[in-house]
């Protein structure tokens, strides 16, 4: 009995004492924090300053395109069952500007649609403007596809003006 008294007297005391009605520190009203435009009574508080802006960092230009080279050689190849269609294809590259442009057929596997093959990135702006001007989606890199220069190969897609 005399260990289990005082147990029981200090297990109520600890559970009342977490009690908001039987806190000592409780003055009858809870503590809020200060408003924003009241000052902190805490002196170690730091006032608010304005969030600084962030600097700004200079972002470097993108190195310009490749140059265009319309003397670049084109190679137009017809993958298609339809004649005439590698020679209406150069004849709209030239009339784009294009200076060395061959029409020929293909003899490997027909693609599923037309594309445009480049060599090296300096191709590219070049190989662009071929796509565009024929009105074909696909433009791939490939030293193997376009040894020297800009290979096209044109598929039953492709639609002759």
Not at 38 to 52: G, K, N, S, V, W
Not at 135 to 152: C, K, M, W, Y
């Amino acid at each position: 009995m005399l260990v289990v008294f005082p147990a029981l007297a200090y297990a109520a005391v600890t559970v009342l004492s977490d009690w908001d009605g039987l806190s000592s520190s409780d003055s009858g009203t809870e503590a809020q924090p200060p408003a924003d435009d009241e000052p902190a009574d805490d002196p170690t508080q730091a006032e608010e300053t304005p969030a600084a802006t962030p600097t700004e960092t200079a972002t470097p230009e993108p190195p310009p395109p490749p140059p265009l080279d319309q003397a670049r050689p084109v190679d137009v190849f017809n993958a298609t069952n339809r004649s005439g269609l590698a020679g209406n294809a150069s004849d709209r590259l030239e009339a784009a500007g294009f200076t060395d442009v061959s029409a020929l057929n293909w003899d490997g596997d027909d693609p599923a649609a037309s594309v445009v093959y480049y060599a090296t990135a300096n191709d590219i702006t070049t190989a662009q403007l071929v796509a565009q001007t024929l009105g074909i989606a696909q433009v791939v890199e490939s030293a193997t596809d376009a040894p020297e220069g800009i290979v096209v190969v044109l598929a039953t897609d492709y639609q002759a003006t």
